[in-house]
């Protein structure tokens, strides 16, 4: 729900972006006057695409705070869960999403985060 959430975000600031490029183009074709001009006129276009990719990238991070509950559901197991079923449990799916295996970073490092919660690491 929260990656979704995310998405939608990021989709919302690029389109935006987008959509602000657009009527630049569109103004300097109106107006035949030199794209560069126009977005000489646009001092904010720079600051937004920084802070639109700052956002993308705090929220996407794996190193936000994550609860025993959300490790517990992330390995598949139950809370109470002993060293051993832990790391069995990382091993599996670390084993199955890991980038070198065509898994993604993202799902790898929320893996390992989980082990790391769950073993008191972090």
């Given at each position: 729900?929260?990656?979704?959430?995310?998405?939608?975000?990021?989709?919302?600031?690029?389109?935006s972006?987008?959509?602000?490029?657009?009527?630049?183009?569109?103004?300097?074709?109106?107006?035949?006057?030199?794209?560069?001009?126009?977005?000489?006129?646009?001092?904010?276009?720079?600051?937004?695409?920084?802070?639109?990719?700052?956002?993308t990238?705090?929220?996407?991070?794996?190193?936000?705070?994550?609860?025993?509950?959300?490790?517990?559901?992330i390995?598949?197991?139950?809370?109470?869960?002993?060293?051993?079923e832990?790391?069995?449990?990382?091993?599996?799916l670390?084993?199955?999403?890991?980038?070198?295996?065509?898994?993604?970073?993202?799902?790898?490092?929320?893996?390992?985060?989980?082990?790391d919660v769950?073993?008191?690491?972090?």
């Amino acid at each position: 729900m929260a990656q979704n959430n995310r998405n939608r975000q990021w989709a919302k600031d690029w389109l935006s972006v987008g959509g602000v490029l657009g009527a630049a183009i569109l103004l300097s074709r109106l107006t035949r006057t030199p794209l560069a001009s126009i977005l000489a006129l646009l001092p904010f276009l720079l600051p937004y695409l920084k802070q639109a990719e700052q956002n993308t990238q705090q929220q996407g991070s794996p190193s936000a705070r994550m609860t025993h509950e959300e490790a517990s559901l992330i390995l598949g197991i139950q809370s109470k869960a002993s060293e051993e079923e832990i790391k069995l449990a990382h091993r599996k799916l670390i084993q199955r999403n890991h980038p070198d295996q065509g898994g993604s970073d993202y799902l790898a490092a929320k893996i390992n985060q989980a082990r790391d919660v769950l073993l008191g690491k972090s």
